[in-house]
């Protein structure tokens, strides 16, 4: 298995486009995070899901939303785009929403 | 409010002395602890978690209820160990959010 992916490795965009990062979890899990880094911060949770339901959602703008596709994988919509908006977005797979979370290799977003 | 502090951003410590990263929380409840770890070009991963109790690659880290604080350990430090560590904490219910520290960075010197 090779673990937690995510498409596409890094974005440029600019204020006020839309963008869709894409996340498959690892075979077999069904809960799916997203998380935003900041440079120098740590990462700070965005939404979660398990089962295609949302499950717990962070202080984030509604320009931000997500879902999750039968077959377990995961889009983040980001709307309205503003340069503070520029990060690594991380994607997370565990087996149902209490367990240890793996984490795919993020989206480097770009925001101009 | 649910808050989790670490208070140094890097630390720098002689190969083979004693290493200590700090992590502070703040919980209303019973909270999980965990340390993720991220290598140099590598994917942020679970490092250990308090409720498993065990020591990974040498380090320890005991949840003190007291004094609120989930210290990672390790009594003689490798050069393998230089990475990006982080502290979090998740409630025990489902619907509970993980919460990271800002992370410290473990620098080991030769």
């Known amino acids: 298995d090779a673990g937690v992916t995510q498409s596409p490795t890094h974005l440029i965009k600019t204020r006020g486009q839309q963008v869709t990062l894409r996340c498959s979890p690892i075979s077999g899990h069904k809960s799916v995070s997203w998380y935003q880094q900041v440079l120098g911060q740590g990462p700070q949770f965005i939404f979660q899901?398990?089962?295609?339901?949302?499950?717990g959602r962070g202080n984030f703008p509604d320009r931000f939303s997500a879902r999750q596709f039968p077959n377990y994988s995961s889009e983040l919509n980001v709307n309205a785009l503003l340069l503070g908006d520029s990060a690594l977005y991380l994607c997370?797979?565990?087996?149902?929403?209490?367990?240890?979370?793996?984490f795919g290799p993020g989206t480097r977003l770009t925001v101009l | 409010a649910q808050r989790v502090t670490q208070p140094e951003k890097l630390l720098s410590v002689f190969k083979g002395a004693p290493v200590e990263l700090k992590c502070n929380y703040s919980y209303s409840g019973s909270p999980e602890l965990f340390w993720y770890v991220q290598y140099s070009r590598q994917r942020l991963q679970l490092l250990l978690r308090?409720?498993s109790r065990e020591s990974i690659k040498g380090f320890t880290a005991d949840l003190n209820k007291g004094e609120t604080s989930f210290h990672l350990k390790k009594p003689f430090a490798q050069e393998e160990d230089s990475a990006m560590y982080y502290c979090a904490l998740s409630g025990k219910n489902r619907d509970d959010k993980i919460i990271f520290g800002k992370g410290t960075r473990l620098h080991i010197l030769p």
């Open positions: 899901y398990y089962e295609k339901e949302e499950r």
């Open positions: 997370a797979s565990s087996l149902d929403s209490l367990n240890t979370q793996y």
């Open positions: 308090h409720i």
